[in-house]
């Protein structure tokens, strides 16, 4: 019995097909493209931190420098009252007298500014005070001192009121505005005036108006 040997098979084994050239350098730019992303945000992140914790050391380096002045600026501000009808008095005689330096001093010291501005347009329009007068004198003669005690900041402060009843229609300006608030006749009003406490010398201020 003769045995025949199967002859040599000539497939071969299938071959990976091959990936095109152009794609695999576009696959290899992305797979770069990737990498590079990634170590950026890395580096970015770190990056990013030091500068917000540089830039806040700055921005409270100058805080300080601007709260230290203001602070010093308060220290210094002894203009004004040893209570709070002290400096009322004090404002309603600079404004009698003409004297818009010494009724702005009398202002707490945010306020002084506006104040002389308001003062300024005032003299300006009638060539007086007599406005400002008006209203200073008849809250410190006809009105009450309403509350005193501590405000929203901490601060002492004193509210003076006068209150009363329209006896004629009227108009009211709004402040930055063209607009004016009709006032009927018969209606109940108040004008107040708010003094506040210097917290580093114990001097009183006007706040408002």
Same mark, same amino acid.
């Given at each position: 019995?003769?045995?025949?040997?199967?002859?040599?098979?000539? +497939?071969? &084994?299938?071959?990976?097909?091959? =990936?095109?050239?152009?794609?695999?350098?576009?696959?290899?730019?992305?797979?770069?493209?990737?990498?590079?992303?990634?170590?950026?945000?890395? !580096?970015?992140?770190?990056?990013?931190? /030091?500068?917000?914790?540089?830039?806040?050391?700055?921005?409270?380096?100058?805080?300080?420098?601007?709260?230290?002045?203001?602070? &010093?600026?308060?220290?210094?501000?002894?203009?004004?009252?040893?209570?709070?009808?002290?400096?009322? #008095?004090?404002? =309603?005689?600079?404004?009698?007298?003409?004297? =818009?330096?010494?009724?702005?001093?009398?202002?707490?010291?945010?306020?002084?500014? /506006?104040?002389?501005? #308001?003062?300024?347009? +005032? !003299?300006?329009?009638?060539? #007086?005070?007599?406005?400002?007068?008006?209203?200073?004198?008849?809250?410190?003669?006809?009105?009450?001192?309403?509350?005193?005690?501590?405000?929203?900041?901490?601060?002492?402060?004193?509210?003076?009121?006068?209150?009363? =009843?329209?006896?004629?229609? &009227?108009?009211?300006?709004?402040?930055?505005?063209?607009?004016?608030?009709? %006032?009927?006749?018969?209606?109940?009003?108040?004008?107040?005036?708010? %003094? !506040? +406490?210097?917290?580093?010398?114990?001097?009183?201020? %006007?706040?408002?108006?």
């Amino acid at each position: 019995m003769s045995t025949e040997t199967p002859a040599p098979s000539t +497939q071969t &084994a299938p071959k990976e097909p091959k =990936i095109p050239s152009k794609l695999r350098k576009w696959l290899k730019r992305i797979g770069w493209t990737v990498l590079g992303v990634l170590v950026f945000f890395a !580096l970015l992140g770190r990056f990013s931190k /030091e500068v917000y914790v540089g830039y806040g050391t700055v921005l409270e380096y100058f805080y300080n420098i601007q709260r230290d002045k203001v602070l &010093a600026e308060y220290a210094k501000d002894t203009i004004g009252g040893e209570t709070p009808e002290e400096v009322f #008095d004090l404002l =309603i005689d600079a404004l009698k007298k003409g004297d =818009i330096d010494r009724a702005v001093s009398y202002y707490d010291l945010p306020r002084q500014k /506006e104040k002389r501005g #308001d003062f300024e347009r +005032q !003299l300006k329009a009638g060539g #007086d005070f007599k406005v400002a007068l008006n209203f200073f004198e008849t809250v410190r003669m006809k009105g009450k001192k309403d509350w005193c005690g501590k405000n929203y900041e901490n601060d002492n402060a004193c509210v003076f009121v006068y209150k009363f =009843i329209t006896t004629e229609d &009227a108009t009211s300006s709004i402040k930055n505005s063209s607009d004016k608030i009709f %006032i009927p006749k018969g209606s109940p009003e108040k004008w107040r005036v708010e %003094i !506040l +406490q210097n917290r580093f010398n114990n001097v009183w201020k %006007i706040w408002r108006p």
